[in-house]
T-cell receptor
């Protein structure tokens, strides 16, 4: 079993739709949870960062962490064609332990 | 503050040849990471440096991969001899703060390696 599971998609939605992206994990020691966005032929860029459980909102993006279920989500409201990218969840435990990435979900938002 | 610079952007070699990638991380930051991203997968950590020292190289295939960081600034990642399965994007990253360990990372654009 992988430490972090993420459905690779692809996910295709019309412009304006609400998008839900999810990851599950098995390591209960994870405390830091991130979503990275990666455009084609570019490096990942940090989109959202959450420490422990709870919700965090930034513009059209909302990140949720449910540690009891070992489940994290990213919601994108009013999706735009510019949101078309691969979304990677990532998480780590404390200290200098390494960041573990999911496989990434490819999202296509069509006009 | 400049971003993470990597070169070359693309490299095509035949198996058993050698290749080297270079990274210049965010200026003054002590921590530097090399990740391998195979097509369709998430990045996987190869090696983590803290200044000149190695913090984690548990997933680095040491029979063929080597990395060094001279004077705690630039870093090079070398593969010798390359195998077909080494075809991937090699990403260099550093955290936003010199001592940050939350997992927030700035990535370079990557070096895409194709092994034929």
């Amino acid at each position: 079993q992988k430490e972090v599971e993420q459905d690779p998609g692809p996910l295709s939605v019309p412009e304006g739709a609400i998008v839900s992206l999810n990851c599950t994990y098995s390591n209960s020691a994870f405390q830091y949870f991130m979503w990275y966005r990666q455009y084609s032929r570019k490096g990942p860029e940090l989109l959202m960062y959450t420490y422990s459980s709870g919700n965090k909102e930034d513009g059209r993006f909302t990140a949720q962490v449910d540690k009891s279920s070992k489940y994290i989500s990213l919601f994108i409201r009013d999706s735009q064609p510019s949101d078309s990218a691969t979304y990677l969840c990532a998480m780590k435990s404390g200290g200098y332990n390494k960041l573990i990435f999911g496989a990434g979900t490819r999202l296509a938002v069509h006009p | 503050e400049a971003g993470v610079a990597q070169s070359p952007r693309y490299k095509i070699i035949e198996k058993r040849q050698s290749v080297a990638f270079w990274c210049n991380p965010i200026s003054g930051h002590a921590t530097l990471y090399w990740y391998q991203q195979i097509l369709g997968q998430g990045p996987k950590l190869l090696i983590q440096f803290q200044n000149n020292g190695v913090v984690d190289d548990s997933q680095l295939p040491k029979d063929r991969f080597s990395a060094e960081r001279l004077k705690g600034v630039d870093s090079t990642l070398k593969i010798q001899p390359a195998k077909l399965e080494d075809s991937a994007v090699y990403l260099c990253a550093s955290p936003p703060g010199s001592l940050s360990n939350t997992g927030e990372l700035f990535f370079g654009e990557g070096s895409r390696l194709t092994v034929l």
